[in-house]
């Protein structure tokens, strides 16, 4: 019956694809009548600019569209030599309509934008292109600029390091390539500015996300962070770490059925209390024990390097979960960050004070107009309509697909896998064939790497440990003989070509069947394993496409594939097609539970950016002079708005990290957070209007900014802006699966916290 369900409904759906891409075709053959091939330059840009006044006149952009896109059509063929394909206009159509579209890899997405970025800034109210990383910001507004520029309109690209002027300019401009982090970084400095002249964003208006899946699913719940200057050094961890290593597995540590958790049982209490000298460990004056210890052994037994971090130039580099790239400008969450630091025996600055947090999903949602492309939509269609209110339009190739996806090729376990990956690659080798090997870590890329110099094959590694070469070395994928080990190709926003751009390959290169992707392992989401094999057969090109599993691999031992597949070990391949569904069932269980995992954690941070946004829309509204007040007033009221919600981040973080304890009472933790977080909230405003009136009393009345000074009114001397590491937060919210010892210890605490005055949570 579910299947049936399914079924109508998966054909109800593409029913009502077909019937919207029949309507964009409709439109695409206007635009196609209008040949504009015989204008000049001067009858373009006349025609742009009536354009322009019509919309800002009050003409909806609708009705301006097919006229707009004829022009760019023509402008980008005369300025570029590009003559948009059909498919790429109705990529651009669909783009204006805010939906998400899905588009191939070697398709043309960013020219496909550019359409619908010149037909909203007609309006002059501004359009954010937000790419994947600086690179790809700064090389698009150069690529298009001509055609933006021909028109009249102005781009930049916002980079990281430029200064605030710099940073304004850019975003005064009505076309602005930048990254979501970058744009979502000065938008939290934006909402600690003290004066109009340090804002850079102006109000947001129409967005394109490139790489759509990779920031409005991958990164979603990523906070962007900003905080006060770090402190001094800290070595309370070292202390932690050393009892960690002292810990045996299973004998003082159980981990849960995931592998995501490691929980110390009694055995490992009564240690910890010995070598710490603590009494027990349970007793709320050793709460910050506890906590401390946790991170420290969940650093020592389940963050591995060169699979979850690197070690460079002395300094702690975690690795993008999807994208297998160091993870620039990001950290753990501080307790697990300074463990993990310690247990590598570096330094480590104590963070800042947290200023202000934003996730990317609720900076995103800040634009009133969204929408966004990427090469694999289709697959997390659900996510993207529960999400964002995202509809998912694919938009068909320009030339058929001919690449072929082989079914998974499925060994009991590792050694199996190993031999049989290293045969294929070197058979297909010693054709000359171009070949791309998409691993699971920086562990797995050099161990490979290893096994192919020793049977006598070279290959180019693409991970965290040489990213800086990443356009050198894909840049030579699809040259003949080429082997590249990458590690995950997700949001790399390359195109491999054949021949590696060498038209005398091009050929040959197709003769022998074209690039050939080899995955080494089954990932999370069916989405990333389509981005690998998306790289090839791009535009008609042949392909092929494999993947290899084993029965060993950490993903399928995490979800109980021993549970699902009783086999014993064999050196040859499974075949059964019950192996392949099993498989297929695993994943999509996997994606269903990191989703449902998504949504629960978006509930807290949910609610403190509904807080966010009620307190900052005020602080605006003071900032831009709205209400009528002095100067020092203005000063004094947006100095404490700040402090205070500086406080209240500190404090719904630590509710945040206790409120598991609500669980053992059968509370619901979410509703005890959302509780405790409203209860503070709505002691902000007298606390803002008590301190101002003070300050306002010792100030006298004076608007001089020099006494402002004095009296320490002033933004923080320097700001860090960083991200919190999005894989470990489930982490913090989690940590439930309390021994015997722990349940009795926390009863204890709560039956004689009224006898001893023991606040909520042990604070005093």
């Not at 971090?309 to 999807?322: D, H, Q, T």
């Not at 400008?329 to 104590?350: C, D, I, M």
């Not at 209860?679 to 405003?685: K, L, M, R, S, T």
Request: glycine residues 6%.
């Amino acid at each position: 019956m579910l299947n049936t369900v399914v079924k109508l409904v998966r054909e109800f759906k593409d029913r009502d694809s077909r019937h919207r891409l029949e309507g964009y075709r409709s439109i695409v053959n206007l635009i196609r009548k209008k040949d504009l091939a015989a204008w000049d330059d001067g009858q373009l840009q006349a025609e742009f600019l009536q354009l322009q006044r019509k919309a800002n006149s009050g003409t909806a952009l609708e009705e301006l569209l097919v006229d707009l896109y004829a022009i760019v059509c023509e402008v980008s063929k005369r300025q570029l030599g590009l003559q948009p394909y059909d498919v790429q206009i109705t990529a651009a159509i669909a783009l204006h309509e805010r939906v998400l579209i899905e588009q191939q890899t070697g398709e043309g997405k960013t020219l496909s934008a550019v359409m619908t970025v010149c037909l909203n800034a007609l309006t002059g109210r501004g359009v954010h292109v937000l790419t994947f990383n600086d690179y790809l910001a700064h090389r698009d507004a150069e690529w298009m600029g001509p055609i933006y520029r021909f028109l009249g309109l102005t781009v930049s690209s916002v980079q990281t390091g430029m200064n605030l002027s710099e940073k304004r300019e850019a975003y005064a401009k009505d076309i602005t390539y930048v990254t979501a982090k970058e744009a979502g970084f000065d938008y939290l400095r934006d909402t600690i500015a003290l004066h109009q002249d340090d804002l850079v964003h102006r109000p947001f208006h129409f967005v394109i996300i490139d790489e759509a899946d990779s920031l409005l699913l991958d990164e979603a719940r990523v906070p962007l962070v900003i905080s006060g200057e770090s402190g001094a050094s800290s070595g309370d961890y070292i202390r932690f770490a050393e009892v960690a290593r002292q810990l045996v597995p299973l004998e003082h540590y159980h981990f849960d059925e995931f592998q995501r958790n490691v929980y110390l049982n009694e055995t490992g209490s009564a240690k910890v209390e010995s070598l710490l000298e603590c009494g027990n460990l349970y007793d709320h004056h050793n709460s910050h024990l506890l906590t401390s210890l946790n991170c420290a052994l969940h650093a020592e037994t389940l963050l591995r390097r060169d699979v979850d971090y690197i070690v460079r130039n002395g300094e702690i580099e975690l690795i993008e979960e999807f994208t297998g790239r160091v993870a620039e400008n990001r950290y753990l969450p501080e307790g697990l960050q300074t463990a993990l630091v310690a247990k590598e025996g570096l330094q480590h600055k104590v963070g800042g004070k947290i200023l202000g947090t934003i996730t990317v999903q609720h900076f995103i949602s800040l634009y009133p107009r969204i929408s966004g492309m990427t090469a694999t939509a289709l697959a997390s269609s659900m996510e993207f309509k529960r999400m964002y209110e995202l509809e998912v339009v694919q938009i068909l190739p320009n030339q058929p697909i001919k690449r072929t996806d082989h079914a998974h090729r499925i060994y009991t376990h590792q050694e199996a896998k190993l031999r049989a990956l290293v045969q294929e690659i070197v058979t297909v080798h010693a054709t000359g064939r171009p070949m791309l090997i998409g691993t699971s870590s920086v562990q797995e890329s050099d161990k490979l790497a290893e096994a192919l110099a020793v049977a006598g094959v070279d290959c180019h590694i693409l991970n965290a440990k040489n990213d800086a070469k990443e356009a050198e070395i894909i840049a030579k994928a699809g040259e003949i003989g080429a082997v590249t080990v990458s590690t995950n190709m997700a949001g790399r926003g390359v195109d491999i070509r054949l021949g590696g751009g060498d038209p005398t390959q091009v050929d040959r290169v197709v003769k022998l069947g074209g690039l050939y992707v080899i995955g080494t392992h089954m990932n999370e989401s069916v989405r990333i394993d389509h981005q690998l094999r998306g790289r090839s057969g791009r535009q008609g090109d042949p392909g092929d496409s494999v993947f290899y599993v084993s029965l060993e691999d950490d993903l399928l031992l995490q979800f109980g594939i021993r549970d699902a597949i009783r086999v014993p070990k064999q050196d040859g391949r499974l075949n059964e097609p019950i192996y392949h569904s099993k498989l297929e069932h695993i994943q999509r269980v996997i994606m269903g539970q990191n989703f449902d995992l998504q949504q629960e954690l978006n509930g807290y941070s949910d609610m403190i950016e509904d807080q966010r946004r009620i307190l900052h829309e005020e602080r605006f509204r003071i900032l831009n002079g709205y209400l009528p007040m002095s100067p020092s007033e203005q000063r004094v009221r947006l100095f404490y708005m700040d402090e205070f919600w500086a406080d209240h981040l500190a404090y719904a973080s630590y509710i945040r990290e206790s409120i598991h304890l609500e669980s053992l009472t059968n509370q619901n933790p979410m509703d005890e957070f959302h509780r405790y977080i409203t209860e503070a909230f709505e002691q902000i405003p007298a606390k803002i209007a008590k301190e101002s009136a003070n300050m306002l009393a010792m100030l006298e009345g004076s608007n001089d900014p020099a006494q402002w000074e004095q009296f320490g009114l002033k933004s923080p001397a320097s700001t860090n802006t960083y991200m919190i590491s999005d894989q470990y937060m489930d982490y913090l919210q989690n940590r439930s699966s309390w021994t015997a010892g722990t349940v009795i210890a926390f009863w204890l605490h709560r039956l004689l916290r009224p006898v001893f005055g023991w606040s909520k949570f042990g604070s005093s």
